[in-house]
């Protein structure tokens, strides 16, 4: 029955984008390419509608393919006489059909407002950043004849730290990719829920980011073809 209802419920989606865009809707798989351009709003993001294409726009920006962060300097847009679109107004934006979502101030260390790729694509969306952090570290002093320790203590040091990111891509909420959050964000799978819980706590957190593809895989979401499909 379980099963059933959310086969109509699919149908049911793939009906309603259908009527929106007079095109059958396409779903978002991890490495689905959206419609570049820069998107204002949540909103704009679910449906593959940006709000600017790069073609309208004169843009500063640098991206870095290791870290999947992108930094923009300004956006101007061609008609307008160059009108400064305000970077405060930018949800995010698409760079070869990979979205970038605006991180907090202070989130990295960066002086320009930069962007993280949505590295996987679906009904849960991952990304992450890193920053440095101060971080108290045990440390010892060695005897050199010995090969002893004869003093211990703890040292601050900063340290880069990875931040894994989640983004539902039915809400717009955003969390940090945890056993905990992630228990929370399937409760409509209940199997893949009881695998979790199974797992011994390091085991679940080593493999989160394999149970978040495979819900994914399982529980589709979809959008509007866009003029790039």
Avoid at 73 to 84: C, M, Q, S, V
Avoid at 104 to 118: H, R, S, W
Avoid at 122 to 148: D, Q
Avoid at 151 to 173: I, K, N, Y
């Amino acid at each position: 029955m379980y099963f059933l209802l959310r086969s109509i419920s699919c149908v049911c989606l793939l009906h309603f984008f259908a009527g929106l865009s007079g095109q059958e809707p396409v779903a978002v798989t991890k490495n689905f390419a959206f419609a570049d351009g820069v998107y204002l709003s949540f909103a704009e993001f679910q449906e593959n509608r940006p709000s600017y294409r790069w073609t309208d726009l004169k843009s500063s920006l640098f991206t870095n393919p290791q870290t999947f962060l992108t930094q923009i300097e300004f956006l101007k847009l061609k008609e307008e006489g160059n009108r400064p679109v305000p970077l405060d107004s930018v949800w995010g934006l698409c760079l070869g059909g990979i979205p970038y979502v605006r991180l907090p101030q202070g989130a990295v260390d960066k002086e320009l407002p930069t962007f993280a790729g949505l590295q996987v694509r679906g009904k849960i969306c991952y990304f992450v950043f890193s920053r440095p952090e101060l971080r108290r570290i045990p440390m010892s002093a060695y005897n050199p004849l010995t090969g002893r320790p004869f003093r211990s203590g703890l040292v601050d040091r900063w340290e880069e730290v990875e931040h894994p990111m989640m983004l539902h891509f039915q809400t717009g909420e955003v969390a940090r990719l945890t056993v905990d959050n992630f228990l929370q964000w399937i409760d409509d799978d209940e199997r893949l829920q009881e695998t979790v819980r199974e797992l011994e706590a390091g085991e679940a957190q080593e493999k989160l980011f394999k149970c978040l593809l495979i819900y994914d895989d399982r529980n589709p979401v979809f959008v509007p073809a866009s003029d790039n499909q």
